[in-house]
C-alpha cells in the first residue's frame, strides 16, 4: 500500500537553530498538510497545502514556519528559529481530494529542541 | 479552546468483550467526524467515519454512534482484541469542505488496552 513518508524519524536541534522536516506524500495526491502532537496533547493542525500555496494556517503557524514543495514530490516544514515549545511530533499527511478516510499520514519526525 | 473532547485518557478492556470509546464536540458547524487509530511510532491511521445526516455507521467490529443534539459521538468495538490496543482519536470537520481542504479537528485521544 501507497504511504507518506517522513524523515529523519528523530531531530535534536539546539534553540534558535532552523530545522527542515521532509516529507515525500502519496504521489497522486493533491492536498498535503503538516499537524503536530504535543506529547500528552491533541493532534493540532499547522497548515494544509495545495495548488503550490498555502490554504489555510492555523496561529501556531507564525512567521517562523514555512512550507515548501520544491520539486513535485517532496512536501518540507521549515522552522527558522526553533523554540522549546516546538518541540512536538510532527505529522504529514495527505489526500486525493475525495473524501477525509482518504487522509493518510506518515509516521512523523520527533523535533526535540534543547 | 478544545471544541473536540475525549475525556477518558485511558481504557481497559478484557479481550471479547465491547470497547466504547467517547467523544464530544462544541462546535455546531462539524458534520462529519472520523475516528484514527495509532500505535507507537506510527501515524494516524483513519478507522471509521460518519456524516450527520446518520446516526449509525458500521464497518466489521467497529460502529460508530452520533448523537446529534447531545453532540456526543462513540466508538463501539465489538469483540474486543489485543491488536485493538492503541490511542484512539476522534476527529471532526465540515463535510461542506469533504472535497477541499478543511482541517480536522482532533481531540486529546484515548488509549485503548486490551487484556488478553
Known amino acids: 500500500e501507497p504511504e507518506v513518508t517522513q524523515t529523519p524519524s528523530h531531530q535534536v536541534t539546539q534553540m534558535g537553530q532552523e530545522v527542515i522536516l521532509r516529507c515525500v506524500p502519496i504521489s497522486n495526491h493533491l492536498y498535503f498538510y503538516w499537524y503536530r502532537q504535543i506529547l500528552g496533547q491533541k493532534v493540532e493542525f499547522l497548515v494544509s497545502?495545495?495548488?503550490?500555496?498555502?490554504?489555510?494556517k492555523s496561529e501556531i503557524f507564525d512567521d517562523q514556519f514555512s512550507v515548501e514543495r520544491p520539486d513535485g514530490s517532496n512536501f518540507t516544514l521549515k522552522i527558522r528559529s526553533t523554540k522549546l515549545e516546538d518541540s512536538a511530533m510532527y505529522f504529514c499527511?495527505?489526500?486525493?481530494?475525495?473524501?477525509?478516510?482518504?487522509?493518510?499520514f506518515g509516521s512523523g519526525t520527533q523535533l526535540s529542541v534543547l | 479552546d478544545q471544541q473536540v473532547k475525549q475525556n477518558s485518557p485511558s481504557l481497559s478492556v478484557q479481550e471479547g468483550r465491547i470497547s466504547i470509546l467517547n467523544c464530544d464536540y462544541t462546535n455546531s458547524m462539524f458534520d462529519y467526524f472520523l475516528w484514527y487509530k495509532k500505535y507507537p511510532a506510527e501515524g494516524p491511521t483513519f478507522l471509521i467515519s460518519?456524516?450527520?445526516?446518520?446516526d449509525k455507521n458500521e464497518d466489521g467490529r467497529f460502529t460508530v454512534f452520533l448523537n446529534k443534539s447531545a453532540k456526543h459521538l462513540s466508538l463501539h468495538i465489538v469483540p474486543s482484541q489485543p491488536g485493538d490496543s492503541a490511542v484512539y482519536f476522534c476527529a471532526a470537520t465540515r463535510s461542506i469542505s469533504n472535497f477541499g481542504n478543511e482541517k480536522l479537528t482532533f481531540g486529546t485521544g484515548t488509549r485503548l488496552t486490551i487484556i488478553p
Open positions: 499527511a495527505s489526500r486525493t481530494g475525495v473524501g477525509y478516510e482518504k487522509l493518510f
Open positions: 497545502f495545495y495548488n503550490n500555496e498555502i490554504s489555510e
Open positions: 460518519i456524516s450527520s445526516i446518520k
